[in-house]
Structure formats: structure tokens, C-alpha cells
């Protein structure tokens, strides 16, 4: 099923509104694959990758 435009504009708009960012991760096959997997093997990479981040600012406090 894809989004339409409307579906689009909305979700957009709501991001705007929380102020979200989005970042993007190149990785590479030959040099990252470890990464990768790990990545796949998780249920949300989002999740997972802001857990990561949490606990590291948690020790270095």
C-alpha cells in the first residue's frame, strides 16, 4: 500500500511541529557488515540505536 500525497503532507506537517530531525547512517558492506546485522536483528533500529545513545549519556554523566 502506498502513502498518498495527503498521507504525506500530514505526516510532514506533524514532524515539523515536534520539531523531529531525521539522520542518516552510511554503512558500508565490506567494512560495516557486523553493524548491519546487528541492525537487522533488532525489532526497531530506532529504538535500539536511542537505547545505545541513552546509556552511553548515562555513564559519561
Known amino acids: ?3 498518498n500525497d495527503a498521507q504525506k503532507r ?3 506537517k506533524y514532524d515539523n ?3 523531529a530531525k ?11 557488515n557486523d553493524i548491519i546485522d546487528r ?9 535500539y ?3 545505545l545513545i541513552r546509556k ?3 555513564k559519561n554523566q
Open 56 to 58: 552511553d549519556m548515562e
Open 10 to 12: 500530514a505526516v510532514s
Open 39 to 47: 541492525l537487522d536483528s533488532v525489532e526497531s533500529k530506532q529504538a
Open 17 to 19: 511541529k515536534r520539531g
Open 22 to 32: 531525521g539522520l542518516y547512517l552510511k554503512l558500508y558492506a565490506d567494512t560495516d
Open 49 to 51: 540505536i536511542k537505547s
Open 1 to 3: 500500500m502506498s502513502t
